[in-house]
DNA sequence: TTGTAAGCGTTATCAT
DNA sequence: ATGATAACGCTTACAA
């Protein structure tokens, strides 16, 4: 079977012995085109099969009305969070959303930016990997003047609207939290330093340690890109230390879990010997044997927020006076791993 | 600061003072152009931050060089193991690939289709929504030539390339091993029966049970969309019936585990009292108390696959003689919620 | 090896 | 209220 031709507006326009002019407006409801032609007009749109060629369009109106999002990884509950939030405003909008994730390697990260900037995206909503070092392919949007937002993992020197959670308190009110139920010596797995989050969950831990008048190991700090199988290395690490924790505050909760794990195997108890607070409340870590105690980020309201703002910047023509960086509130969760009994 | 202007390859062209057509094809890498003038031309363009207009070339071209997918959700370990598949193959060869999520939703992924033929995606890989029963807007895809491939929840009637998993198979191994390991009573967790795939496990799970000269207890075969609340509601359900069953077989893990939570809370033990299957292999399981078997589909794989048909397809002007459905086999993984004490 | 010119399907400007 | 025409930025016969 022969596939169905393209039809344009100017099969309908030649159909109707009227000019393409005046059904491109009558099929945007441009008030100027009298009821009784829009009506004919769509209705023979419908009949003849027509779909708009919307590369034509944004070619000439230089808007695609799609934002771009580039995440890490989409198989994190936080980051499918955030991307659900960013789909329910934008769609309520007429917007269009293209989703890539970075795999946290920069060349894939920069490729997508090409990518996305090459097929003139409204504007781009990301949170980069943790490879990310040098921002060139960033640069493109901003000075092409392609509005830019950043959520979570942000690029500080770069001017653009930012949503972050607060990881600074949050990581206090976790460590904060080890320390009340009686702990004295914490240790820490922490993500790559120059990933923002991670140097402020690294902060709020070392103040809530010295808050408290307690004692910092450095050799119970470690850095590393926070997998399972870092997971696994770190505590491993840290259980070689002279003097082992009796609590660890992990960067995430892959890591958290990771431990857990593995000091079952070793007969060690969670949370008796040692206790455990993750970062991110994933799905898993309510399920696990003991469960993890972890912080909450609101993944889908900032991806509504991400949205939002980037959305206000693709209306107004003008740049923003100032960047706003939102700072959204976390929550600890208390579970079973690092309970007092 | 002012934004940069667009460049374009005749920005180019007049600043070397040759023709806007040498730029084009030297920027294509057309052989005819001679090593000289295409260096030249690539080093200006590199200068003056040229980047090529993608809409203004598809347009010309008629080829965007993109790949449309669509999931019924992108925060499930399955789906996105498929996507990473299709990106694996798609980016190697020079294709983009837009995601977006259903939701299960049939009006949303009405939308995205839509939106996705009027971007003239080259082509379109699908896993179709729990609510899908009607099929206009893939017809789009198919009235118009432009190849579709599915996975996983496939549309029979629709001609195109299928990539699904032996769901009958992997339910008839994890009914048997139900039954292996002594159940006599087993009940069944199933999905809506529109969807093929759970018309094949419910179908698998019967031969099963009628193979071993079992009976069925038509009670306690219940069907619902598997979220967790309906996998509580049925849980719920099965208990109340008058012969509880020994065993359960879930359709899913995600009602496997709303399974085993209820019957811990209600101090019937798992697999003691009620053995558990689920389908799919969602990192949780392995990590829930107790761990849930399941069946393990090979997602990573069954995307590439689709996309090298797809991309085969888009590559051939010509119809495929045939359309080819390919079963990949799956696995059972035995873990404690079926093992016998 | 390079240039000229037409055209992809739409929208915007200017007429009528 | 509608039509004619040019233009968006690129590719591609065809010509030179």
């Known amino acids: 079977m022969a596939p169905k031709p393209e039809i344009t507006i100017h099969d309908i326009a030649k159909k109707l012995n009227i000019s393409a002019s005046t059904v491109s407006r009558a099929l945007k409801d441009n008030?100027?085109?009298?009821?009784?032609?829009?009506?004919?007009?769509?209705?023979?749109?419908?009949?003849?099969?027509?779909?708009?060629?919307?590369?034509?369009?944004?070619?000439r109106t230089r808007r695609t009305n799609t934002i771009g999002v580039i995440v890490p990884l989409i198989n994190r509950h936080f980051f499918s969070s955030v991307i659900s939030g960013i789909e329910d405003v934008a769609y309520k909008q007429g917007f269009a959303v293209t989703i890539s994730q970075s795999n946290d390697k920069l060349e894939k990260e920069s490729t997508i930016a090409h990518s996305l900037?090459?097929?003139?995206?409204?504007?781009?909503?990301?949170?980069?990997?943790?490879?990310?070092?040098?921002?060139?392919?960033?640069?493109?949007f901003s000075e092409r003047n392609i509005p830019l937002v950043f959520f979570d993992r942000i690029v500080e020197e770069i001017p653009a609207h930012k949503?972050?959670?607060?990881?600074?308190?949050?990581?206090?009110?976790?460590?904060?939290?080890?320390?009340?139920?009686?702990?004295?010596?914490?240790?820490?797995?922490?993500?790559?330093?120059?990933?923002?989050?991670?140097?402020?969950?690294?902060?709020?831990?070392?103040?809530?340690?010295?808050?408290?008048?307690?004692?910092?190991?450095?050799?119970?700090?470690?850095?590393?890109?926070?997998?399972?199988?870092?997971?696994?290395?770190?505590?491993?690490?840290?259980?070689?230390?002279?003097?082992?924790?009796?609590?660890?505050f992990c960067a995430n909760d892959t890591t958290a879990l990771s431990a857990i794990i593995h000091l079952k195997e070793r007969g060690i108890k969670v949370p008796e010997d040692i206790a455990i607070v993750g970062f991110s409340n994933e799905p898993f870590s309510?399920?696990?044997?003991?469960?993890?105690?972890?912080?909450?980020?609101?993944?889908?309201?900032?991806?509504?927020?991400?949205?939002?703002?980037?959305?206000?910047?693709?209306?107004?023509?003008?740049?923003?006076?100032?960047?706003?960086?939102?700072?959204?509130?976390?929550?600890?969760?208390?579970?079973?791993?690092?309970?007092?009994?």
């Open 163 to 248: 949503i972050v959670v607060d990881d600074f308190g949050g990581a206090y009110r976790a460590t904060q939290h080890l320390i009340e139920q009686g702990r004295k010596k914490v240790a820490h797995i922490g993500g790559p330093l120059n990933l923002q989050i991670y140097a402020k969950r690294e902060a709020g831990y070392r103040k809530a340690i010295s808050d408290a008048g307690l004692q910092i190991n450095e050799n119970q700090i470690l850095h590393n890109s926070l997998t399972r199988q870092d997971g696994l290395n770190a505590i491993k690490s840290i259980l070689k230390t002279k003097e082992r924790p009796d609590a660890i």
């Open 117 to 140: 900037f090459s097929n003139r995206v409204d504007g781009l909503i990301l949170s980069i990997g943790m490879e990310t070092q040098s921002y060139d392919h960033l640069k493109l």
């Open 286 to 341: 309510e399920l696990v044997t003991p469960s993890i105690s972890t912080i909450k980020q609101p993944g889908f309201e900032m991806g509504q927020k991400a949205a939002e703002l980037l959305i206000k910047q693709i209306g107004s023509k003008t740049k923003p006076k100032a960047y706003e960086t939102i700072m959204m509130e976390t929550e600890l969760i208390v579970r079973n791993s690092s309970q007092r009994k």
């Open 31 to 59: 008030p100027l085109i009298s009821e009784a032609t829009r009506k004919k007009i769509k209705k023979a749109a419908i009949e003849m099969g027509y779909r708009p060629n919307v590369m034509a369009a944004n070619l």
